[in-house]
C-alpha cells in the first residue's frame, strides 16, 4: 500500500515529532524566558493553524482572526471577573460564545463572495477595537483588563510549563480536527468551493452551510487560543487583543508555510513567530516591524502563493523528474483565460 | 441648532467620503479588488501636504501639484506591475493582501519618516469660520469639501465625455466585450487605478487641512469606506457617492447623542445590515450580486 | 420526470436574455437545444440550474417547483450539469473530483472518510467507463482538455442525476473524442438518463438528439425531432439573419 506509506510518512512523522518537541522543550529550556517565547510562539502555531480551517479549505482569507482571538481573551477575562466562573470553565464557555457569535457574523460574510468576507473579517477588528475602548465601564477601556491567575502562588517557570503544555494540546488537537476534516466527505466539499465554487454547487455542495460550519469551527479554536493567553498574560489591552497586525501575522504564517498542508501554519508560525520574538529583543517595538511584515507578505503573495513547502517540493519534484511529462500542461489560469475569451465571443 | 449645522457638516463630510469612495469603486468595479492601501495612500498625501507647509512654508493646498500626478503613477504602476500579475482564479484574495500589505509598509515608513507623533498643519484661515443661517461652518471643511466637488464632477465628466471614460466604463461593464471592440483594457485598467489613487491624493490634502494626522489613522478611513462601497452596491459609482452622503450625515447627526466614537459604529452597523439583507447593495451595481 | 420551464425570463440590466421561455423537454430522450450566438442558450441553462435567478417565470421538475432554489438543491434534486468550456477541480486529482461529487448526508456522514471503499469503487467505475481511469492519481490541472471534459462528465454522473444539461460538449474536442462522447451520451441515455445538450456542432446535435428546441432572442421558436427542425424555415431564418 503506497497510500498508506506516504501518508504515515507525510503525517505520522511530523506527529511524531511535534509531539516529542513540545514534550522535551519545557525541559530544555535554558531560562523563563525562552519558554515564555516557546508558549507565545505556540500561540501563534494555533491561531495559524485555527485559521488555516478557512484559509486552507476554502480558499477564503480572513484579516479579522486576531479579533476572534481577542474576543476570546476578553470573554474569558470578562466571565471569570463578572461571572465569578472558574477560569478553565469561562474558557471553554468563552470558545462557546465566539463560535454562536460567529453565526451570524459568518452568515453576513460568506453569503457572497470573496470581497465581502475579506472587508468583514477587516472590519470586525476595526469595529471591536472602537467597542472595547469605548465601552470602559465593561472592559477597562485602555486601562486593560486584569484577569486574575488560574493557579495562584504558582511559581513563573512552572507557570509558563503549564501553559506550554496546555497551549501544546489544543495544538495538537486542532491539528487532530483539521487532519479529519481533511480526509472526509465534508473536507472534500470544502476543498471544492476552494477549487471552484459554482462548480461545487452544482455537484449539489451546499457551499454556504459549508462555509460557514468550517468558520465557526475556526472561530471556536481562536478564541480558545485567545482566552488561554488571557489567563497566561493576566492582562489584557484593547490596543494589542484587536490590532490588525495579529491577522496579517497569522495569514503570513499559514501563507508562508503553506495552507494545503497539515503542518505548514505550524511551521510557518515557528519561522515568523521566533523571528517576531527576536526581532522585538534586537529592535525594540519600530514602526519597521510593519515594513518588514508587509515586504514579507507582498513578496510571499506574488512570488510563492503556496508557501514554502509547496514550492519546494514542486522545486525538486521538477529537478527530478524534468521530462516525465507525458500529460498535457494546461495551467488553471489557461483555462480561466480560454473561458473568458469564450463567453465574451458568445456574448 | 445643533441639528442644522450637524447635517451641514454631515454634508460636508460626506463629500469627502464620496470622492474616496469613488476611488474605490474604480478599483473595485476595473478587477474586482478591495483595495486596502487606498486610506493609507490617504494618510501619505495628507502627511506630504503637511511637511509641504511645515518645511516648505507654503499652503499645503499647492502640494497637490505633486502628489496628484505622482499618485497616478503610483497607482499605474501597482496595477501594472502587481495585481495584472496575480492569476486571475486567485485575484480577489491575493489582491487584498498585497494591497493589505502595501498599506503595512506605508503606515511603517511613515511612522519611521515622521515618529507616531500626531501632526497637524497650522494654517492662517485655520479656524476662519462663517456663518450660515445660524450654523458655523469652517473656512477649512468648506474647501476641503469644494476640493471633492470638485474632483468628483471632473471625474464624472471624464467619465461621461471622453474617449478614455467610455473605455473606462465599457472595460468595467464588460471586460472582453471592451476587448473585442479594440480597447486597450490593460493600460485602460491601468489609468483606471491611476484615477482612483488620484482621488487619495486630492482627499488626503483635504483632510490635512483641519485633522490631525498619524501614521495608523488609516484604519479609521478603510473601515467607513469600505463600508460606503457595499452600502452602495460595490461597483456603481453613483451609488457609492449616495451611501457616503447618507452615512457621513448619519455619523454626524449621530455624534450628537452618542459621541463621536460610537458615531463610527454607525458605518460597521450599516456593513453588516446590508450583508445580511442585501447583499448587492443599497443603490444598485448589478456587480455586488456575485461577491 | 419532466423538465419545463413556464414563462421564464431574464433580463441584465436593459438587455433581456430571455424573454418568456415556454420549454419542455422531453423525459429519457436525448433532447437539443440549439440557436444562434447570443440567442440566450447558456443564460437559460444557468437560470434552470440556479446559478442564475430569474426574474420571471418558473422551472418545474417533475412535480417539483425548483425556481430560485440554490444550485445544491437543484442538483440533489437530480438535474446535474457541465459547464461551457468544462471546469474541474485544478487541484484535485481525478479520482477527488468525482469524489467530490459524492452527496453528503447529515453531520455525521459528512465526518466519514471521503476515501470509503464503496464510494471510491463507484468513482472508479465512472472514470473506467470513461477511459481515464489510467489519470485517476492525476491533478486535474495537468490533464488535456479532452480528459478534463470526460472527467467532468465523470463528476456529474457520480451525482446520480436523471437528467443531465451538457453545455457544448463537442466544444474544442477532436474528432476521435466527439464520436466517442456521441457515443457515450446514447449509452448512457439508453440506461435511463435524460440529456438536454447545448451544441453548436450540428453534426453531433441531429446524429445523436430525439427532440430540439430552437432558441432564438430568447426564447424557443420551434421545437421538434431533427428531421422537422432541418426543414423548418424559421429554423434557417434565425440562424442565417432573412
Known sequence: MPNASKSLLSYGVPALVLVAAIAVFPSLAPNPYILS???????????????????????????????????????????????????????????????????????????????SFVIVSIALVLILLLVFQSWSSLT???????????????????????????????????????????????????????????????????TFAYKLTVFVISAAFTALAGGLYALWFGDLDPVFQFSVLTGSYVVLMALLGGVRN?????????????????????????????????????????????????????????????????????????????????????? | MLVFQSVILGLLLGGLYALLAAGLTLYFGIMRVVMIAHSAFLILAAYLAWWTNERLGIDPLLSLV??????????????????????????????????????????????????????????????????????????????????????????????????????????IQHQDAARLVGIDTERTA??????????????????????????????????????????GGLGSVPGAAAAALVLGLAQSLLQIPMGATWAQTVFYVALFATLAVRPQGFFGGRLAQRF | MTLKTVGLRKAFGGVVAIDGADVEFRPGKVNALIGPNGSGKTTFFNCVTGMIKPDEGSVRFGDRDLTGKAPHVIARAGVGRTFQLCRTFPRMTAIENVLAAVRPGGIWHGLRSAHRRSETERAHHWL??????????????????????????????????????????????????????????????????TFVIVEHNMDLVMSI??????????????????????????????????
Open chain 3, 209 to 242: 438528439s430525439d427532440h430540439i428546441v430552437v432558441f432564438d432572442r430568447g426564447r424557443p421558436i420551434a421545437a421538434g425531432p431533427p428531421a422537422e427542425i432541418r426543414a423548418d424555415e424559421r429554423v434557417l431564418g434565425a440562424y442565417l439573419g432573412v
Open chain 2, 66 to 171: 505633486v502628489t496628484v500626478p505622482l499618485f497616478f503613477g503610483a497607482g499605474v504602476l501597482l496595477q501594472r506591475g502587481l495585481l495584472s500579475r496575480l492569476r486571475p482564479a486567485t485575484l480577489t484574495m491575493m489582491s487584498v493582501l498585497i494591497t493589505f500589505a502595501i498599506a503595512l509598509i506605508i503606515e511603517g515608513l511613515l511612522g519611521y519618516a515622521f515618529s507616531g507623533t500626531q501632526r497637524r498643519i497650522q494654517l492662517g484661515y485655520g479656524t476662519a469660520s462663517f456663518d450660515l443661517f445660524g450654523a458655523r461652518v469652517a473656512v477649512v471643511k468648506l474647501i476641503a469639501f469644494g476640493l471633492a466637488v470638485v474632483s468628483l464632477a471632473g471625474l464624472y465628466l471624464l467619465m461621461k465625455r471622453t474617449q478614455f471614460g467610455w473605455a473606462l466604463r465599457a472595460t
Open chain 3, 128 to 193: 473506467t467507463r470513461l477511459g481515464i481511469e489510467h489519470l485517476a492519481g492525476a491533478e486535474a490541472r495537468n490533464m488535456s482538455w479532452g480528459q478534463q471534459k470526460l472527467l467532468e462528465l465523470a463528476g456529474v454522473l457520480m451525482a446520480e442525476p436523471k437528467t443531465i444539461l451538457l453545455d457544448e460538449p463537442a466544444g474544442g474536442v477532436n474528432p476521435a473524442l466527439l464520436d466517442r462522447i456521441g457515443t457515450l451520451v446514447r449509452e448512457l441515455n439508453a440506461e435511463g438518463r
Open chain 1, 37 to 115: 517565547s516557546g508558549v507565545i510562539v505556540l500561540n501563534w502555531a494555533v491561531l495559524a493553524t485555527a485559521w488555516n480551517f478557512v484559509g486552507g479549505f476554502t480558499g477564503y482569507i480572513s484579516l479579522g482572526h486576531g479579533a476572534l482571538a481577542g474576543l476570546g481573551g476578553y470573554a474569558t477575562g470578562l466571565l471569570i471577573t463578572k461571572a465569578d466562573l472558574p477560569s478553565f470553565v469561562a474558557l471553554i464557555a468563552a470558545a462557546v460564545l465566539v463560535a454562536a457569535l460567529a453565526v451570524p457574523i459568518g452568515f453576513a460574510a460568506l453569503r457572497v463572495r470573496g470581497a
Open chain 1, 262 to 347: 497539515l503542518y505548514g501554519p505550524v511551521l510557518g508560525a515557528i519561522v515568523v513567530g521566533i523571528a517576531l520574538e527576536y526581532f522585538k529583543v534586537e529592535f525594540g517595538n519600530t514602526p519597521l516591524h510593519l515594513v518588514t511584515t508587509g515586504l514579507l507578505l507582498g513578496l510571499v503573495v506574488m512570488f510563492m502563493p503556496d508557501g514554502v513547502i509547496p514550492s519546494l517540493t514542486t522545486l525538486v519534484q521538477r529537478l527530478r523528474k524534468r521530462e516525465d511529462s507525458s500529460i498535457r500542461e494546461m495551467s488553471a489560469a489557461d483555462l480561466a483565460e480560454q473561458r473568458r475569451e469564450r463567453e465574451a465571443a458568445n456574448s
Open chain 1, 140 to 206: 477597562g477601556g485602555s486601562r486593560g483588563l486584569v484577569v486574575p491567575r488560574p493557579f495562584p502562588g504558582m511559581l513563573r517557570p512552572e507557570h509558563h510549563r503549564v501553559f506550554f503544555f496546555l497551549y501544546g494540546g489544543l495544538l495538537l488537537i486542532a491539528l487532530a480536527t483539521w487532519w479529519l476534516l481533511d480526509r472526509s466527505r465534508f473536507g472534500m466539499g470544502l476543498k471544492a468551493i476552494r477549487e471552484d465554487e459554482d462548480k461545487a454547487e452544482s455537484l449539489g455542495t451546499p
Open chain 2, 190 to 231: 491601468g489609468f483606471g487605478f491611476g484615477l482612483g489613487l488620484a482621488t487619495a491624493a486630492v482627499g488626503g490634502t483635504a483632510l490635512s487641512l483641519d485633522t490631525t494626522i498619524y501614521p495608523s489613522l488609516h484604519w479609521h478611513w478603510i473601515g467607513p469606506l469600505m463600508a460606503i462601497i457595499v452600502v
